[in-house]
Structure formats: C-alpha cells, structure tokens
C-alpha cells in the first residue's frame, strides 16, 4: 500500500481546496470514490484486467497537482499546430485538466449543443450533469476510476440534444504543459440524446519535457438511435503516462465509433467498456499502436451485450519496434438472453525486433446461444517474400519494412470516417516509420 | 397419390398461399411456375413440413394419409423429398454417415432392419452414377465446399438413394450450366417409375423440356391461377406472365 | 399426439413470432422461449454401479501422520516419503485457486479418506496370477469393458487397471519387458526402479506447481509407470484404466511416462466412477518426458460421473497433466476427449525445450445438465523451431458452463517458434455457457503465433435438412456433433475412437436445441 497511501493523504489533506476549485455533481461522488479506492488500493499484477501494467510503479514517483486551479502561462494556438489540414472543426483546447475558455470558436454550435467546461457545466447544467456523472465509470469496481473521481475537479462536457446533427467534427485538443513534473486528473462526460449524431476527435499532446501522468475518465452515454464517432489521438512524450478508462453506454439501436490511436507515447493504459443496453445497437472499436524505445501500450477492452440484435466489431493492430510492449485484452461478453449478437473480434500484431514483447488475450464468454461470435489473434513478423519481392523490384529493404508496415496499419486507418483525419494520419503513421516523428510532431518545443 | 385442398399459409405471420387445390396422380410429372414471390418455395416447404412456415387451413393428403400431422421426417419416411433450392453445408459429417443415418431411419420406420454396410457401399457406389458424381464424395462432409451443380447433382443423388414417391424439386435448375442441368435432369429421368410422381418448381422451360411435364400450373399470389398442358409452358416462355395477369383481372 | 420432434418445432416457432413481436417493442418471454430446452432427458450414465468387494480404507482427515501411513502401506523407501512431506507442507501454505471459471463446492479436506485399498483380501505383492484376484473385481472391470486376461485383450493393448488407490492388475507386463520397456503401477516402480523414479517424478510438475499438484505429491496413491528405452518402439497400445469405487474417497493418481532418446508410445488414459450423491476428489499429476527424437501420444477418454440432472454429486477433476519435450525433434501429442465429471480443471500442457520439438493438444469438452469445465492447454517454446497446434472444440448444453483456457508463450531465444490455435464452441441450448480465454505473449519476432475462435450452434437449417431426409432430430444432433468433433476423434486409436463418438451422443441425449 506504499503508492497508495500518498494519494490517500493528500486526498484527506486537500479535501476542502480540492472541492473549493470544483463543483456540483463533482463534488458528490468524492466520498465514496475514496471508500472504494481506499479499499481497492492500486491493482497488482494479479488482477485480471491489469496483468499488463504496473500500476503501482506508474503512482509512485512524485508528481504535482494543481487543486488550486492555477493558470500555466501558456498559448494553445501556439502551442499547438498539428491541425488536420482540410478538416474544419470546432476546436477547443483543454490545458492539462482545464477547460481553456480564453479563445473558443468562432464558429457558432447548432441550438442547444453544449461545449464547455465540466466545472462550469456541474453548476451551470447541474441537473444534465447530475443525471449522468459517474453513473457509467462505477467506481466500486476500479482503483483508476476511484482515484480519478476523487480528484477530478475539471474537463469537458458536451451535450447533443435530441435529434441535433453537428455536422461539423468537435476537435479537442488536450495540451499537457507544466513547469514540474504533473499529474493531471481529467473528466469527460458525453451526453448524446435520442437521435443526436456527432463526431469528437481528442488529440492528447505534451508541450514540455517534465514528466506527466494522466488519468483521464469519459464517460460516454448514447440514446435511441444516436450516433457518435469518437477519435483519440495520443501523440505524447516518452516521459508520459496516461490511464485512460472510456466508459459507453448504449441504447438501442445506437451506434458508436471509438477510435484509439497511439503513435507516440511513455506508458499508456486505455481501458475502453462498451455497455449495450439496448436491443439493436453498434459498436466498433479500433485500435492502432506504433511503438518502439521502450514504449507500453496496453488496451483492454470490455463489450458487454446485454440485450438482442446487437453488434460489435474490433480491430486492433500494433507495429513493435526496438524494446516496446504491446498488450491487447479484450472481452467479449454476451449475456443469457442476448440472442442474435454478432461480434468479432481481431488483433492482429507485427513484431520487428526480438526484444520487443506483445500479449494478447482475446476473450469470449458467451450465454446465449443463438449468436455468431468470433475472435482472432495473431503475432508474426513482415513476410520475407514478399520483402524479397519488392527487393528485386528494386526498392530497398528499409523502405520495403516500411511500406509493408504501413499496409499493416493501414486496415485501421482506412476504417476511419473523416476523410481529413484519414489523410493526415496516413501522413503521421509514414513519418513515424521513417523515424522523423521521434517525439511529437505538432508541438512548439519538438516542431 | 397428392391431394392439397385449400391450403392456407403463412410465414412470419404474412399469408403466403392463399388456397391451392392441387391433386398429383402417380406417374404424374407437374410443372409449378410462376414469378419470385408468388409462392411456389413456401408450397414446397410446406408439403414437407419446414417449421418456419405455418399452415392456417385446409388439408394436404398423401396417399390417403393426412400430411399435415406428420413430422418431416415421417413425410420422408413416407416417400417425400425435396431437393432444395439452397441445399445447407453441414460440416464434418460425410456423406456416408448421412446417408446411412437416413436410410437406417427409414428402413426402422418401415420395420425393416438396418442395412449391412456392404450392401449400403454398394448401393451409394451404384447410385452415384446415376448424377455422375465422383467417389471422392463419399468422404466429403455433406455439401460443405460444393460447387453449386455439385450441390444440386448432390441432392438428385440422395434422391436415388432414398426413392422417393414424390419428389419435389425446388428450382433445382437454377444456377446450372447447360451440361449440369442435362446431367441432373437426365438422373432424374432415369430414376422415374410409372409410380413416381414429381413436382418441378422453376421458370425456365429448359428443365422441362427434358422433364416433360404432364401438367402445367401458374401460381400467382398463393393461388393457381391457370393450369394446362406442357404447351402453357412453351407459351410462358415465350410470352412472359402478364398476359395470364391481364387473363385473371 | 403430435410427434416430440414436431412439438420442438412448434415451439420455435414460437419464437419466430416473439422475435417478430420483439420488433414491434415487446419483450421477449424466456420462459415460453426457452420451453423445448426443458425437454433436456436425464442423460444416461452407464458405468454408475459400485462394486462390493472388501476395501481397506483409511480413516478420513488429512495430516502428517496420514501422509506417513500413505507411504508405509505403499512400503516406500525413505526418500519417497521425504517429498510427500516436502509437498504435504507446502501444501499447508498454500490457498486454493480460484481464477478458473468455475463454481467449486467448497471441498472439505478433512472428510475426504485418502487411501482406499480393494485388493485388501489379496497378497501383498499384488496378484501373482488372475486367480488372486477377487472375482467381484474381474467382474468390475469386464462390465466396463477393460478384460485383465490378457487372451481377451482389445488387440494389442496392454491395461493398468486402477480401482480407488491402488492397481489391482497389469496385463501383457512379461511381454513388454522382452523389449526394455516397463510397463507398472507407479508404486510398483518406486519399489522396483528407484533410481528411475527418483531422476524423474516432479522433474515435470514439481510439487510446488499449483496448489492440486501439491497435494497429489503429498498423498498420490497409485497410477502407472512407463519407459520405453533407447530407440523402442512399444509395440502395443499402453492404457490405464481408472476407477474410483469406494465412497468418501479420493483418487490421486500419479502417472510418469517417459520416452528414452528415439522411442515411442501410444498411451490411452479411461476412467469412470460410480454415481453418488456426493462430490468425490480427483486430483492427478500426469508426468511426461520425451527425449531426443522420441514420440509420446497421449490418449484420455475421460468420464468419471458427471453428477445428475439436478447438478448433485460427480466427480470433480483437478489434473496437473504437463510433457517436457527435452530433446530435439521430439514429439508430443495430448488428445482428450472429456465427457465426465462435474468440474473439469484440466491443462495438459507442453514444454517445449528441445529445438525443432513439436506439440500439440486435440481437445473435445462436452458439458451438460450443471456440468463446469475449464480446460486448455499451455504451449511454452523454449527451443528454436518448435511448432505448436492447438485445436479445442467445446460443446455445451443444458446449464452447463465450457470454457476453454490455453496460454501459448514464446521465450526471447525461441528463434522461429510457431503456434496455430482454434478453438471452436457449440452451444446446445439458451441456458448453457461457452468461453475462450485464449493468452499469448510473444517475445520474439521471428515467431508466428496465431489464435482464431468462432461460435456456433446448430442451425434450424442444418436439422430441417437431415429430418426430411428422414433423420429424426435426436440423430441429427449426434451426427452434427460427432462431425464437429471429427478433427479430434480421429487422432484417437481407433477403438477409443468409436468408445468417443458413442459417448459424445449419450452424453447430449435429449438437448436438442
């Protein structure tokens, strides 16, 4: 309980600042995230769903946290230039783990959809946001959503109302800057009324050397017939590490998109849990990690069909350069009277180097009978034929690696929806072969 | 030998047929034509008992024998084949274990004992020629990676082996190269007995022209609307259907 | 009356139309839908019967002493009871697992008796001829078709017969050693061929392997043992036949095989027990090591009691089963066919440590009623270009939960590894489970591991098919099954084989679905 005690203090001594800089619905579940982690404690080796990571050794270096809400000098227009050329969004900018509302867009929302920062919301929408937080992320269950509902005191939420079509794709760009080393505590929570339809693309960037660790918790909730494609991008710094935990709720007969893309990063742990509530309903998830040095990724996820008709596709790759870790878990779960589910499921992994390592489980527990489950896993190496072939065509051995790599991750990119983002990914995925992405691209300080 | 009196049915609670009166004599070979949907595969599988269809009313006898109350098997038993229009793949179970499943089955349903395995090789060995199907069949699980005039010459064969008394064949043209279709259709013809009788579902006039028909009918929505010699299928093919719509209306 | 096969028929139809409804908002009624599974016939158990004969049993409770009494009625030299000691106390520190997925009765280790002994009324050495053996016994094991006179032997196939803790007979013994090879009971052997014994008993499974494997070292009783020299082929199939009789017992076999540089093996592995209300222990060690060039199989047609309709009694199966291919280009296989019990836990696993070594696992699981099963297989590549298939099918029915649980690892200097894995479930029924929790962890590029899953049942299509070519359902689904079985069933010798496709069909009597 060593990693755990310094949260279980500095919890107990912060208390009051901690709400002070806070808000509503925030506020309320602090107590009870804090029974829970206090009795959870961080997740050992031995629990199923952490096998991969060490979650104990990501907590126990010092970080800083800022529960006073103090401003870090910075500029995100600056700070940021990795845009997606071509695709005109509505871009907002959360700095570390607040909602950055100096310079908000131009562009005007359609009625009655909300942007803004969650502390703002809980006050402001308390009722909305009273109705949904935590009631995804339970807390009972994980330390990591225990801990991050403790002490999360800021984000984003975002509100479609029913039947509202945003057209033009939400563009979030969180921004870690920091003059110490940081621990950064954010909160999503995504509303999609009955018949709403959005696309929100995250990109997760670090503008600083220092190290930072992150936990972040979304809690997505999708209506009757709603429709949601929801973009991840991490393109962070090997002194990063991020917990991520996606919770989504489904109604029937909506259809969500997750899309987790890792290109660059320190340590990643994404825990996507897809609940399907209701008969009809669609999920996709998709995965793409490229990693070499000594980078982790690690993705767990958990589909739960617990109503009839519904389906579910995965397709999660990784390229494993140099000493990098991949892991996949994933788990299918088809409750007893989800008759008619059809879910795949695929990962599908290429090792380049001997000391680069990937574990893969893919789960299936099924109780139903009626439905069409399937999974596959796969760890190989490039094909040597074909590398030979290209050779005697006369391209190089490097650059033949390469472009069969990329044809590897191109099966992820190409189930992209946004064109533009489509495009400029096939762009960051080739530069990061080629080794010119070493850090980051878009940030000031690795520009 | 057939006898279907104003069979009412439905599937998925939708009326399909809508009272057909048909009689099938022994010996008697019919034709059942008629545009998709009009309900000529639900009257297949109706007569043999597919429980995705449900009869609403009337009466369907065989050989003086109420169909109807019968289990598919037993219709089988009792002389019924249906050669599908999309035989299903079943893997891992050869031929030859089916086989002799279905005719062991029958053979006990007519207090007949099992057959020796000598005998049934023989009698697959015999009857394979029947459809020109290779031995290498016997081995392989029941249609799983046939070919699509394999599949068909696959159920004339199981039809050889089973000897039927009425066979209804669903469309068993479609899909056939002209010599798959000579193959299947002159198989046929070789099992035929002044006894057998046979029901042939299709659009084409080819299959008939090897099967020759003794009766023509044309089913329009669940209902024979006209019914005639072979000549009414010459005059279909030629002409189309809507010339008998514009008749009946 | 409407024939049965029609009823069922019926009663899908029922739940065409629900569905239909179902779209149109209503809920679905599961109990209406679930109706025909409810047919599910109490499946027959044939081997249930017990045999009176006159048993020695110890008394129940497990403690050092009774460790000690173990080895002294086995007359075991000094260093046999030193590591039942060894594992005893480890045993003591150690917690059951409970990670499989499976709801295990808690199992009372103090009213189990751990040695049970029916050849009590003969001499001490063991029979010396058929006649010494009490004819309540021969009878036993004629009924379950496992002659001990050698002239009614299934041809070439020589038996170890097990009844509770102890071997009551071997047959063809004489025969076999004319060629080098020993063919025993494991207690015999410890007497016989320390030397042997003592080089190889927990070089495989040591005792601290797991919490079960513990406990077979501190208490096994008997089980058999092999060798086969320097470039023997056996002969003959090698069996052992096991039977658990006496009531409040456990049996804790201890099976060592091992297969000397060039030699080969075809070792079949059966087992039954009686029906009893209550739950009866089974927890075994199967050692293998497999030398340079030589070649294990390893055959089990497992169908120890799997309790009743109502989900009482049964055997519950916690095996420790793990081959080492030590040498090069050796070869190992492990078919099973599982039929029985009421819990499975079960991995017979491969290390495969000799370059160019090649394992693989066939595996059939079939439950029903309340049956549990957790079963799989472990591939660990060590050596460079081993290969590895793993191909499990899962068959489940009634409220019975299958899962299959396999881990393939390829270690940094396993240059070349290869794995291929399918593992396929058949669910018969609304109310019964199947899993996959398939684990790889690959550390090394130059190896291609590949897992591929799929669930299924058996189609209405498929049924309607075989009933209008006049097979009734109740034979469809044993052809059905057995075809889906097919791949695995035909790596068993072929009179096991024809033994596994009987028993596929009884044990699904009744579960159309």
């Known amino acids: ?447 | 030998m057939l006898e279907i009196r104003d069979l009412y049915a439905s599937i998925n609670g939708k009326e399909i047929l809508k009272g057909i009166n048909l009689t099938v004599n022994p010996g008697e070979i019919h034709a059942l034509m008629g545009q998709n949907g009009a309900g000529k595969s639900t009257l297949s599988n109706v007569l043999v008992g597919n429980p995705a269809y449900e009869v609403t009313s009337g009466t369907v006898m065989f050989n003086g024998k109420n169909l109807l109350e019968m289990s598919p098997e037993d219709r089988a038993h009792e002389g019924l084949f249906l050669s599908f229009q999309h035989p299903v793949e079943i893997p891992g179970v050869s031929m030859v274990n089916f086989m002799r499943a279905a005719i062991n089955a029958k053979r006990k349903y007519h207090q007949q004992e099992p057959m020796s395995a000598a005998d049934f090789l023989k009698m697959m060995r015999e009857k394979r020629k029947v459809v020109e199907l290779d031995s290498k069949l016997a081995n392989r699980s029941v249609n799983e990676g046939f070919s699509g005039g394999e599949k068909k010459r696959n159920e004339i064969f199981q039809m050889a082996m089973l000897e039927p008394t009425l066979s209804i064949l669903d469309e068993t043209d479609s899909g056939l190269d002209v010599d798959a279709l000579r193959i299947v259709a002159e198989g046929f013809n070789k099992l035929r007995t002044p006894e057998t009788s046979a029901l042939v579902i299709t659009h084409y006039q080819r299959l008939l022209d090897y099967l020759k028909p003794d009766v023509v009918h044309v089913l329009m929505n669940g209902r024979i609307v006209k019914t005639g010699g072979p000549e009414l299928a010459m005059e279909i093919e030629n002409k189309g259907f809507d010339w008998i719509k514009e008749e009946i209306d | 009356m409407l024939h049965s096969s029609l009823w069922i028929y019926k009663n899908r139809m029922n739940n065409r139309e629900e569905r239909q409804n179902n779209t149109n908002g209503k809920k679905p009624n599961s109990d209406k839908k679930n109706k025909f599974v409810r047919e599910v016939a109490e499946k027959k158990y044939e081997y249930g019967f017990t045999t009176d004969v006159q048993t020695e049993i110890i008394d129940k409770g497990l403690n050092e002493e009774v460790v000690r009494l173990i080895s002294a009625k086995k007359e075991e030299p000094e260093w046999m009871l030193e590591f039942r000691l060894k594992a005893f106390r480890y045993w003591l520190t150690q917690e059951q697992p409970d990670w499989a997925h499976l709801k295990m009765p808690e199992i009372d280790y103090q009213a189990i008796s751990y040695y049970a002994d029916p050849t009590k009324g003969m001499k001490k050495d063991g029979p010396k001829s058929l006649d010494e053996i009490d004819p309540e016994l021969m009878k036993t094991f004629d009924k379950l078709g496992i002659p001990l006179e050698e002239r009614l032997a299934l041809s070439g196939t020589a038996v170890d017969a097990v009844m509770d803790s102890v071997s009551v007979k071997t047959t063809f013994k004489e025969k076999l050693s004319e060629r080098g090879i020993i063919f025993c009971s494991i207690s015999e052997a410890v007497r016989e061929y320390p030397d042997l014994v003592r080089r190889y008993l927990g070089s495989v499974v040591p005792y601290r392997d797991n919490y079960f494997a513990a406990l077979n070292s501190a208490v096994f009783s008997d089980g058999s043992f092999v060798y086969i020299p320097k470039g023997v082929r056996c002969p003959m199939e090698l069996s052992t036949y096991f039977r658990i009789n006496a009531r409040n017992t456990g049996q804790f076999e201890r099976t060592l095989i091992v297969c000397d540089d060039g030699g080969y093996v075809s070792y079949l592995e059966g087992c039954t027990a009686p029906m009893r209300d209550e739950n009866q222990l089974h927890a075994a060690i199967v050692e293998i090591v497999v030398n340079e060039n030589a070649e294990v199989k390893y055959s089990t047609v497992q169908n120890w009691y799997p309790g009743d309709a109502e989900g009482k009694g049964g055997v519950l199966n916690l095996v420790t089963k793990r081959g080492h291919l030590r040498g090069a280009n050796s070869k190992l296989s492990w078919t099973q066919v599982e039929t029985g019990s009421a819990i499975t836990w079960k991995y017979p696993s491969c290390v495969l440590s000799g370059d160019n070594s090649q394992a693989e696992f066939y595996s059939v699981a079939v439950t029903n009623n309340y049956q549990q099963a957790d079963t799989g297989t472990k591939m660990i590549h060590l050596g460079r270009n081993t290969k590895s298939t793993i191909i499990s099918k899962g068959i489940s029915a009634g409220k019975s939960q299958n899962s299959y649980r396999g881990l393939v690892r390829v270690a940094p200097n396993a240059d070349g590894a290869r794995n291929y894995s399918s593992c396929d479930s058949l669910l018969l029924g609304s109310e019964c489970g199947a899993h996959t929790f398939p684990y790889m962890d690959v550390h090394n590029d130059t190896a291609i591991v590949e897992h591929e899953a799929t669930t299924s049942k058996i189609s209405e299509e498929q049924l309607f098919y075989c009933n209008q070519r006049g097979i009734p359902t109740e034979e469809a689904v044993g052809l059905i099954v057995n075809g889906y079985a097919k791949e695995v069933i035909n790596k068993l010798p072929m009179e096991f084989a024809v033994e596994a496709q009987k028993l596929l069909s009884v044990s699904l009597e009744g579960t159309v679905g």
Do not use: W
Not at chain 1, 166 to 192: A, F, G, K, T, Y
């Open chain 1, 1 to 447: 309980m060593k990693s755990e005690q310094q949260y279980i203090d500095i919890f107990t001594d912060c208390r009051g600042m901690i709400d002070q800089h806070s808000g509503g619905a925030l506020n309320t579940l602090r107590d009870e995230a804090f029974a829970s982690f206090a009795r959870l404690g961080f997740p050992t080796g031995k629990v199923e769903r952490y096998k991969y990571t060490d979650v104990p050794a990501a907590f126990e270096p010092d970080y800083g946290l800022n529960f006073k809400r103090l401003e870090f000098p910075v500029n995100p227009y600056e700070a940021f230039r990795c845009d997606v050329p071509n695709l005109s969004t509505s871009l907002y900018f959360v700095v570390n783990d607040s909602f950055y509302d100096k310079a908000l867009p131009a562009v005007t929302l359609p009625e009655g959809v909300i942007v803004c920062s969650l502390k703002e919301a809980a006050t402001k929408h308390a009722d909305k946001v009273t109705d949904y937080y935590g009631k995804a992320a339970n807390v009972s269950g994980d330390a990591l959503t225990a801990l991050n509902t403790m002490f999360a005191q800021d984000g984003l939420f975002v509100y479609v109302p029913r039947k509202v079509v945003v057209e033009r794709p939400i563009q979030v760009v969180n921004i870690s800057r920091s003059d110490v080393d940081l621990m950064v505590n954010r909160r999503v929570l995504v509303v999609m009324e009955e018949g709403a339809q959005a696309r929100l693309l995250f990109c997760d960037h670090t503008v600083d050397e220092h190290r930072f660790l992150t936990t972040q918790v979304v809690e997505v909730f999708a209506k009757e017939n709603a429709h949601l494609e929801l973009y991840e991008l991490e393109e962070t710094h090997v002194k990063n590490t991020r917990f991520s935990n996606v919770y989504i709720h489904q109604e029937r007969d909506s259809v969500v998109s997750h899309y987790g893309i890792t290109l660059h990063n320190g340590t990643t742990r994404n825990l996507t849990d897809v609940v399907m509530k209701g008969e009809n309903a669609t999920t996709n998830l998709y995965g793409l990690v490229i990693a070499d040095k000594q980078q982790k990724v690690d993705n767990n996820t958990l589909i739960d069909h617990a109503a009839e008709y519904s389906m579910s596709n995965q397709l999660y790759k990784y390229v494993l350069d140099e000493k990098s870790q991949g892991a996949f878990a994933g788990r299918i779960l088809v409750r007893q009277g989800a008759q008619h589910t059809v879910s795949n499921e695929r990962n599908a992994n290429l090792c380049a180097t001997k000391e680069a390592r990937m574990f893969t489980q893919p789960m299936l527990e099924i109780y139903a009978d009626d439905v069409k489950c399937s999974h596959g896993a796969t760890v190989g190496q490039m094909d040597e034929q074909a590398l030979f072939y290209m050779r005697q065509r006369g391209i190089s051995l490097d650059e033949a690696r390469m472009l069969l790599k990329f044809a590897f991750a191109g099966e992820v990119v190409e189930a992209i929806g946004l064109e533009a983002l489509r495009d400029r990914l096939r762009h960051l995925i080739e530069k990061r072969f080629r080794g010119e992405l070493g850090r980051c691209s878009g940030c000031a300080v690795c520009g």
